[in-house]
């Protein structure tokens, strides 16, 4: 399993940590390099859907989506 460092801002992250659950998209680059990014956040089984429901997605130059998932909040925080 390879690791990526998750980025939210600190203002996304004042919001986030009173929701219950975030979306966390991850990009790889090609030449390998991997980025996780918190794209949505809200109740756990609407965020949850959102990221099982296919969608088109704008993407960062250079870069793939590997995919995404809801989080739990409170596993962020562990």
Excluded: N
């Amino acid at each position: 399993m390879t690791e990526c460092r998750l980025e939210i801002s600190e203002s996304d992250w004042c919001d986030i940590r009173h929701c219950e659950a975030v979306i966390v998209r991850e990009y790889e680059s090609k030449d390998g390099q991997r980025l996780a990014r918190a794209v949505a956040w809200g109740d756990y089984d609407e965020m949850k859907e959102q990221a099982e429901t296919p969608m088109m997605f704008v993407v960062p130059v250079g870069f793939h989506i590997i995919g995404q998932q809801a989080i739990r909040v409170d596993v962020l925080l562990r």
